[in-house]
């Protein structure tokens, strides 16, 4: 309440849904600071004992590793991608092998359909649409044929389909 007066708030409902410090909840009032998740990335763990390992390991947000010796790359690459939110769609050209080297990228808090995915590769795309056949988490059997609203999941496999008579 006192922050709150000084501020000249004077009839406010305050819901904190985390401990916060003073100064915290004065930058949230002013507006200035915003606070955004990190990663901490420790690198030469292969130069720590056992015991220091064990200290790293209590704390959040970290990922141990040693680019010298390549340990722990592939952790770190999948923690980037699960804390940017951003899914892998790789694409399947029909009767050939998926394409692994060049995913398509989206985003995953606004839950992205295969409408969507047709929208990264091209405006047009979607106008010529039947339906995608779909490999992976989101599929309920591999493959599944989907329409444009199926929602897609992490490093799912797609070939789209499209209309009969629609081949240029």
């Not at 003073?22 to 990663?39: C, S």
């Not at 390992?53 to 699960?82: A, F, K, R, T």
Request: with cysteine.
């Amino acid at each position: 309440r006192v922050i709150l007066k000084e501020y000249k708030i004077s009839c406010a409902e305050v819901i904190l849904r985390e401990d916060v410090t003073v100064d915290q909840f004065i930058d949230v009032i002013e507006g200035n600071r915003a606070y955004i998740p990190v990663l901490y990335v420790f690198n030469k763990i292969d130069s720590l004992t056992i015991e220091e390992l064990d200290i790293l390991d209590q704390m959040p947000n970290y990922v141990p590793l040693s680019s010298q010796h390549g340990w722990n790359i592939d952790e770190l690459m999948e923690e980037i991608w699960d804390r940017c939110n951003m899914l892998r769609i790789y694409t399947k050209p029909k009767g050939q092998v998926p394409d692994y080297d060049e995913p398509v990228i989206l985003h995953s808090e606004r839950n992205p359909s295969i409408e969507e995915f047709c929208m990264r590769l091209h405006k047009n795309l979607i106008n010529e649409f039947s339906h995608a056949l779909v490999w992976g988490k989101s599929a309920k059997h591999q493959p599944q044929r989907c329409g444009k609203d199926h929602i897609l999941m992490d490093e799912d496999i797609v070939q789209l389909c499209k209309k009969s008579g629609s081949a240029k």
